[in-house]
């Protein structure tokens, strides 16, 4: 059964405060430390033992459970926590499904001895502290509050009174109904508190008016003493029983015994039917038995593929009664019809169930051999068998009980295996994307690193590389000015064709074309002396590594270029598509360029010559963002600032550096454009990839501010 | 009850009775969802249904109707319980099927029955449901014998089809008329007495006449009724 499990679970527990321990049948399922511990105190304190089950169920706050005497949270329960009242006999219901055979009479007796002992103790103040907050929430203004409390104890006082003065119970009925009548009216009146409030709050207000008065005087006026209410109930408990061995088929009904789904439902109607004794007040009552039919309904509509009918309404609510055999269930009848707001029980929904269920009370205190179709032998042995027959929806819900349990732990258990086995795939799966995700990132790694020695490699021994480029180059361009000027004049103008298709904004240009200017005094000392050396650690460092070798011959396979055009072609355009690559071979060509403007004059005069042109081909289009250049990269770049504040010991390397750079200026700058289209932030971007890369970038443009304003 | 300006609000339940699988529940879903097939309905239940209908009273009155439909279970084992259902209603439709002259016979059950306990009190009309059947020529139907008999006991009658939507909202029309008229007739009656919308208080007024009056003058004294 599906209410069944939780229940049992949670009763393994020991019932104790924060108890983490499992209890035992034997301490009332406490655990051993907790059960002494309640056993000390109830000697102490002499209260009775309230039944464990509503201990638990309605004690919430277990802190000071076991010294804290039940009464006052039954009351508050009852009264205003209807859900947890509601618990509490859904867990009832359930013990009666556990044992549904002998349970039934025992829970009755059980239950009226606990039931009055629940409410004698209801202490009056709590219910009114309670009320009064009720009363608060509604929305309403104070003077109709105040109204409402007058209207509430004129009734309240003449129930009491008509009760102590013997007045008969329809008699108390009477007032009752006079009561709602009037208060209903009074809520209607014009020009009174209660006009201008909406019809919701009226109804809360009227629900809560019948809450009020009924919870008061539920103990006197539920099956009270003076009729035979009581009598009444015992007669139909018993014949209910009697009639045990009716199923759906006697019935002509649809419902199916035996389906699991069909069952719930009548257990949940059967769940609601039962609520409703324990609820005190007659609206309270009569939404049970709403809830109840619904479920039936929902149940029909399933079963039979549409909204049902009365026809078959009404024999299945007669089964459902049957089988829940509510308690009390006559007192419970009288109670609401004597009660009720008339309007809920004459019209509207609830007044259609609530005739439906009298109905079905009716038919069963009338029901006869003819009723359900049989002989009349049959059906006084029948009757007469009671206990053997008895059995038949009882073992079968014994049974379909445990199947069901079955078939949920089977439910369960697919579940999970499906879940396992979903789980296995996923880690299959991830195995393998774990596998792909490696070999790509090995695959990216490797040709990552294929693609990439020769980037780092100049960046990351810029010192030696710019020696090595002021060496090779000076070497080469002497050379080749020596030997074939005019070839090399064509290289290099190739080449710049070449990079200026691709490259640079005209800033850089123009920075790094001044360079040479400022440079010339001290740098064809330097590069002299440093290209010997450096040609020294070419040889040393072509064979030493990798990176030294990339880039020796990357650098030495320059030399040759501007003797050899095409050779020279072919090494760059592979090279384009890298940005550092385009860098280490800018370092190469613009030195080729601006390095021959220093040392040899004449040769330098045509190529600057080229490079002016270059400049003023570009500058017209830059001079706007010339001016401006300087102050934004200044700004943006420190390492520019602090370079420019260089002391004089640095200033050796620095010049060299520069002039390395400065090498640079027509090509790079030419072949750097596609990167830059933000002056600012390329700058940024090479900081980042290395102190050097940025290193360069400053120097020349500080260089090449300078030098375009010389130019200019 | 409250007579408003312009229209007048009206609640009244209305009991549908007859025999099992004469339509009952086919005419109750036709005229409240104009559904006939009730596999396409989304409601949950199609025993207990609302209706509000507006129309213009012959007298002139802008007459708002708030119909409460009971269906009934029709089967002979369920029969005894029919007071139950029909106290404290204003209205009985009574369904019996063209094609049967069994649940004809039923009928006139009922409507000795309902004479017998609740008098005149309710209004009835006697409904012929299925007429569609004869119009297919599955059934033949001579609806004189059953006009006369429905008025020589008072009541309207009407051939209906839920199946072909015929005749179901003139019928409940017709039937909330002869409920206002009822109830008119009924407030004059009892015309110091206004409030009549309950019968449970209306049986309560003619058995104590003071504490109704007590009731009248209202909130003034509250302890009156009790202390009488």
Request: proline share 4%; charged share 25%.
């Amino acid at each position: 059964m599906y209410s069944l499990t939780k229940p049992r679970i949670e009763s393994l527990k020991c019932r104790g405060s924060n108890c983490e321990y499992y209890g035992n049948a034997q301490w009332d399922l406490y655990c051993s430390k907790c059960y002494r511990e309640k056993v000390m105190r109830e000697r102490i304190v002499e209260r009775r033992k309230v039944p464990a089950q509503q201990q638990q169920q309605l004690q919430p706050q277990p802190i000071s459970h076991h010294s804290r005497s039940p009464e006052p949270h039954h009351s508050t329960v009852i009264i205003n926590d209807d859900k947890k009242s509601k618990k509490r006999n859904i867990l009832e219901v359930i013990t009666f499904k556990k044992s549904p055979n002998t349970a039934s009479k025992e829970k009755e007796n059980k239950k009226s001895q606990q039931r009055p002992e629940v409410r004698q103790h209801q202490p009056i103040e709590a219910n009114e502290v309670a009320q009064l907050e009720t009363l608060k929430s509604l929305k309403i203004s104070d003077r109709a509050r105040r109204d409402f409390k007058t209207l509430l104890k004129a009734l309240d006082k003449s129930i009491y009174q008509a009760y102590h003065s013997n007045a008969s119970i329809d008699r108390i009925s009477e007032i009752m109904q006079n009561g709602y009548v009037r208060f209903k009216d009074f809520m209607e009146t014009k020009d009174l508190t209660f006009y201008d409030v909406p019809t919701e709050v009226k109804e809360q207000a009227l629900e809560f008016f019948e809450k009020c008065i009924m919870t008061h005087h539920y103990k006197y006026l539920f099956s009270p003493q003076n009729t035979d209410d009581e009598e009444k109930d015992q007669a139909i408990h018993k014949r209910i029983r009697q009639l045990s061995w009716i199923n759906a088929k006697h019935l002509v009904c649809s419902i199916d015994e035996v389906n699991a789904e069909v069952r719930d439902f009548v257990y949940s109607s059967i769940t609601e039917l039962v609520a409703m004794d324990s609820f005190a007040t007659p609206h309270e009552k009569l939404e049970c038995i709403v809830a109840c039919c619904r479920n039936i309904f929902t149940l029909l509509k399933q079963t039979s593929g549409g909204p049902a009918s009365a026809d078959e309404f009404l024999p299945a609510l007669i089964f459902v009664v049957l089988k829940a055999n509510p308690i009390r269930l006559h007192s419970n009848l009288n109670y609401i019809n004597r009660f009720s707001n008339a309007t809920f029980i004459m019209s509207g929904e609830s007044g259609y169930y609530f005739t439906n269920l009298c109905c079905a009370i009716n038919f069963i205190e009338n029901l006869t051999y003819e009723s359900v179709s049989l002989t009349k032998e049959e059906f006084d042995d029948l009757m007469s068998n009671e206990n053997h027959i008895h059995s038949a929806w009882e073992s079968a819900l014994m049974a379909c009980e445990s199947l069901n349990i079955i078939s949920s732990n089977m439910k369960i258990m697919k579940d999970l295996n499906t879940r396992s086995h979903r789980f296995d795939d996923d880690i299959k799966l991830f195995k393998v994307d774990m596998k792909e995700f490696k070999d790509d990132i090995l695959k990216k790694v490797s040709s990552l690193i294929k693609s990439k020695p020769l980037n780092i490699k100049p960046i990351k021994t810029p010192f030696k590389v710019r020696s090595f480029l002021s060496g090779t180059g000076n070497f080469n361009i002497r050379r080749s000015s020596s030997s074939d000027s005019s070839s090399a004049l064509a290289a290099a103008r190739q080449l710049k064709s070449n990079i200026v298709t691709a490259t640079v904004t005209s800033d850089d240009k123009n920075l790094l074309l001044p360079n040479a200017s400022m440079d010339e005094t001290n740098f064809e000392s330097l590069v002299q002396n440093l290209s010997d050396t450096l040609q020294m650690s070419t040889t040393a460092h072509g064979t030493s590594g990798m990176l030294s070798t990339s880039n020796s011959a990357d650098l030495l396979s320059i030399s040759p270029i501007f003797g050899k055009p095409s050779v020279f072609d072919s090494a760059i355009t592979p090279d384009n598509d890298l940005i550092k690559g385009i860098r280490n071979i800018n370092y190469d060509i613009s030195y080729d360029i601006d390095s021959p403007e220093n040392s040899l004059a004449e040769e330098i005069a045509q190529i600057r010559k080229y490079t002016n042109l270059v400049t003023q081909n570009t500058e017209p289009s830059s001079t706007a963002t010339m001016t401006m250049s300087k102050s934004d990269l200044e700004e943006f770049d420190p390492l520019m600032m602090r370079e420019q504040r260089s002391t004089n010991v640095l200033k050796e390397a620095d010049n060299l550096t520069k002039s390395l750079i400065d090498d640079s200026p027509d090509a790079p700058s030419l072949l750097e454009q596609p990167l830059m289209p933000i002056k600012s932030n390329p700058l940024a971007e090479y900081k980042g990839l290395s102190s050097q890369s940025s290193r360069i970038q400053t120097i020349s443009c500080e260089t090449g501010q300078h030098s375009s304003n010389t130019q200019k | 009850m409250s007579a408003e300006v312009s229209t007048t609000n009206f609640t009244f339940k209305v009991v549908l009775l007859g025999e099992g699988k004469v339509g009952k529940t086919s005419i109750l879903l036709r005229f409240v969802h104009d559904q006939f097939n009730k596999q396409h309905l989304s409601t949950i239940q199609a025993s207990f249904l609302n209706k509000k209908i507006n129309f213009e009273h012959d007298d002139g009155r802008n007459c708002r109707v708030n119909l409460n439909i009971w269906d009934t279970a029709g089967q002979e084992m369920f029969h005894s319980l029919g007071p139950i259902y029909y106290r404290n209603s204003q209205g009985a439709i009574l369904v019996y099927d063209v094609s049967s002259a069994d649940s004809f016979e039923k009928i006139k059950m009922w409507i000795k029955e309902l004479k017998k306990v609740v008098g005149d009190e309710i209004v009835c009309v006697i409904v012929g449901n299925k007429i569609d059947l004869q119009k297919e020529g599955k059934a033949q139907y001579d609806p004189e014998p059953h006009s006369q008999y429905a008025k020589s006991v008072g009541a309207l009658h009407f051939l209906t089809s839920a199946k072909l939507n015929e005749n179901i909202d003139d019928l409940f029309l017709e039937i909330s008329k002869l409920m206002i008229k009822a109830h008119d007739d009924k407030q004059q009656a009892t015309a110091t007495l206004n409030r009549s919308n309950s019968m449970r208080r209306r049986l309560r007024v003619e058995e104590n006449e003071t504490d109704v009056n007590i009731h009248e003058n209202s909130e003034a004294s509250n302890s009156r009724c009790c202390g009488r």
